[in-house]
């Protein structure tokens, strides 16, 4: 019965150990595919005439990510050892090797997102602005975000 007991809460803290690091590659996601959805999703989209050009949204989008960037390092500090189940970009093992260097590309983002506040009046000058955030979405990315699928 004890052993029946402890297995049963040896089982139980193994699941909770899993569900917490899914919880944890869930969150991460989350932040990521938020910014993607600013810069992707309103931005670039503007950017290629899908949608209309709507200042109140292009400083909405902007103003998310001012505030969204700088919880990166925060929000990878605990490393998941697993991706999102049928996730499309999953998150390099190196992040975990060279954290600082990681949490170093972030900075860089900010100083983009600051450079071009404000800039964007119409589509022309969006493009610039999406350019230049982007470079340093990706000068992470190239490192440090895995193509799943
Ligand atoms: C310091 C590193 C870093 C920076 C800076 C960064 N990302 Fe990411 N991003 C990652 C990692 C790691 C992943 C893969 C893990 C994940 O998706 O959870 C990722 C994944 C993504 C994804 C894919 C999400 C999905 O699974 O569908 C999008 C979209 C994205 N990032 C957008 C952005 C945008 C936009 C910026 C710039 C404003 C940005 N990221 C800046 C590290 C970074």
Known sequence: MIRTVIVAGALLLGVGAVMAQQDVAVKQ?????????????????????????????????????????????????????EDVVNATYGSSQKIWQNKADFDSKVPAVSKALADVKGTAKDVASLKVAFDTVQAKCTDCHETYRLKLK
């Open 29 to 81: 996601d989350n932040l990521m595919r938020a910014q993607g959805k600013s810069m992707y999703g309103v931005i670039l989209k503007t950017v290629k005439g899908e949608i209309p050009y709507d200042q109140k949204a292009i400083d909405a989008a902007f103003k998310d990510l001012e505030g969204s960037v700088p919880t990166i390092p925060n929000v990878f500090a605990t490393n998941p050892k």
